[in-house]
């Protein structure tokens, strides 16, 4: 089945360590965009990738770092230095950006928990 | 710059009752895109539906439906007959032109709640 993959769904991580969120598509989509989710907000977005190898700060990039080797694969990672990461971690994929933008799909997300 | 706002928090209402979900957008562009997405508590996000602002017909799917006006900026949504199984987070989308990055902008949300 064609989709959006996340793992894991739920992340613990220590205070001052990196920690890398995984996300992979198998929809053949070009563009690819990380969201945070904080309880009773809406969500903004943290870096978005239109081609491989080429990558956009979002909103809220500081303490964030991705990579885009492959059309099929955006991993996000939290460093140390975001000073409040815990979070919900919301992946989307959109298709071809001719003709205005198609719709976004969304994997299950990554709750991550910093203790 | 771009904004979504909806004011409704949280609604409660009881099994087949119908309910309208608020959406009003910002934006500059003259063409953009409304989308409507839902957050079951699974908390993945369900699409829903995409509007461009040359269509401003309303549209309706089954129980569903959309009324988007221009002139007052809103894209609200209506479940008639609301069932259980309608319980989420409701969340309105903005979109820039195809020339953008093609981002949403998010709403904050609105969690609806139907009691049997």
């Known amino acids: 089945d064609g989709g959006i993959t996340q793992s894991p769904k739920y992340l613990f991580r220590k205070e001052g360590q990196n920690v890398t969120l995984s996300c992979e598509q198998n929809?053949?989509?070009?563009?690819m965009y990380w969201y945070r989710q904080d309880p009773g907000q809406g969500l903004r977005l943290i870096y978005y990738s239109q081609i491989v190898n080429d990558f956009q700060k979002g909103d809220i990039a500081e303490g964030y770092s991705v990579s885009r080797e492959k059309k099929e694969s955006f991993p996000l990672t939290v460093t140390s230095a975001q000073k409040n990461p815990t979070a919900f971690y919301l992946c989307a994929s959109i298709s071809g950006l001719a003709g205005g933008p198609g719709t976004q799909y969304f994997g299950p997300g990554t709750r991550l928990t910093v203790l | 710059a771009q904004k979504v706002t909806q004011a409704q928090t949280e609604i409660s209402v009881v099994e087949k009752e119908d309910v309208t979900l608020d959406c009003v957008y910002e934006t500059r562009d003259t063409t953009y895109y409304l989308f409507w997405y839902k957050q079951p508590p699974s908390g993945e996000l369900v699409f829903l539906i995409r509007r461009n602002s040359f269509d401003e017909q309303n549209e309706i799917s089954g129980r569903y439906s959309w009324n988007f006006q221009k002139s007052t900026s809103s894209f609200n949504f209506t479940i008639t007959a609301s069932q259980v199984v309608d319980s989420a987070v409701y969340f309105c989308?903005?979109?820039?032109?195809?020339?953008?990055?093609?981002?949403?902008?998010f709403g904050t949300g609105t969690r609806l709640t139907v009691i049997p």
């Open positions: 929809l053949n989509h070009d563009a």
């Open positions: 989308a903005l979109s820039g032109p195809v020339t953008g990055a093609n981002n949403l902008f």
